[in-house]
């Protein structure tokens, strides 16, 4: 929902006699692309591994003597796999794991949060390239981001401080998953978060749909944490209860920009509404009338709703549009 921690690609050194054709083999039967080490930090993602080609017998191997560096769009468990499979060994004399890879989002004093993993971890602070030179199997770089770390990362998204710790990537991984929050905390230093309560009123009953299409938009755009799910009872007018879906969301984001997304999810594109999406805060039901600024003034809470919906929409990728379509159709076919 808010992700603070992922890992980045698998990082392996191969000794070899025969660069060329072992590149080849990763190009041609492996979908590999020869890159350089800037383009192979740009364009890698989580799953995929970064292979760096040295000559055999490199007890350590420096960036200088990498010969070729191949980026495959597989996990490194598949890429040995198929190695063996297409018998490929022939072309490699030794293997070597480089450091694991993280990547952390930072938000507020980002310094404060870099320097109390630090402290932390005994962490070394050095250039990206300076990690890979130093690093070895057992220890990780953790690279810094103040970018969502759901979607693709450039270059420039990252910090240029990286860190370099002695730790394996795996273990790192699951301690910082835990202290996150902790680390997010002391970089907000003191901002206040918002605890929220989302209902889902549906006349159709169809309660799982709308939080799973809502779901999608709250993790696309990385809204908050959710603590919580349960049905609970409304009671809208005296010995009249109505069944809803309620949802508590931990947020960073004002209360009045959650109440607009959320109007933006009870229409269609059409203009149809589909549901009632209520936002209590401290209690206190957030009207939809508190939405409207200078640009909206006069808008009927319908025209508010499509206005939203494009905004949100603008802010998603099509993947997760294209989701939330198929919830939409899902929906207007549970109602025929």
């Not at 390239?129 to 270059?155: A, H, R, V």
Request: aromatic fraction near 10%.
């Amino acid at each position: 929902m808010f992700s603070l921690v992922r890992t980045g690609p698998k990082l392996i050194v191969l000794g070899s006699d025969s660069v060329c054709e072992l590149s080849n083999f990763l190009i041609d039967s492996l979908k590999g692309i020869s890159v350089d080490l800037d383009e192979a930090l740009e364009i890698s993602q989580e799953d995929n591994t970064i292979i760096f080609i040295t000559d055999p017998l490199k007890k350590i191997a420096r960036l200088k003597d990498v010969k070729s560096i191949v980026l495959v769009p597989e996990r490194s468990d598949y890429l040995f796999s198929s190695i063996l499979n297409y018998k490929a060994y022939s072309y490699i004399k030794d293997s070597h794991i480089a450091p694991g890879t993280l990547i952390m989002r930072v938000l507020g004093n980002s310094e404060r949060i870099i320097e109390s993993i630090k402290q932390c971890y005994d962490g070394k602070i050095m250039s990206i390239e300076k990690c890979l030179d130093e690093g070895i199997s057992n220890q990780t770089i953790l690279s810094f981001t103040e970018k969502p770390i759901n979607k693709k990362l450039n270059l420039k998204d990252f910090k240029d401080e990286h860190m370099l710790i002695n730790m394996p990537s795996h273990i790192l991984h699951k301690r910082l998953m835990s202290q996150s929050l902790r680390f997010l905390n002391e970089g907000l230093e003191g901002k206040d978060w918002y605890d929220l309560q989302i209902r889902i009123y549906d006349r159709y009953s169809k309660y799982r749909l709308h939080y799973e299409r809502l779901s999608v938009v709250l993790d696309s755009l990385e809204s908050g944490l959710i603590l919580g799910e349960s049905y609970a009872k409304d009671y809208p007018r005296f010995l009249m209860s109505v069944l809803v879906y309620q949802i508590r969301l931990f947020t960073l984001i004002n209360p009045i920009e959650i109440k607009k997304m959320l109007l933006s999810m009870e229409y269609l594109e059409d203009g149809t509404r589909i549901c009632d999406l209520d936002l209590i805060y401290k209690g206190k039901k957030v009207d939809w009338v508190e939405t409207i600024d200078s640009s909206t003034k006069g808008f009927t809470r319908q025209q508010l709703g499509i206005k939203f919906r494009e905004e949100t929409f603008s802010k998603l990728s099509m993947e997760y549009i294209e989701k939330i379509k198929k919830y939409d159709e899902e929906i207007i076919k549970s109602r025929d």
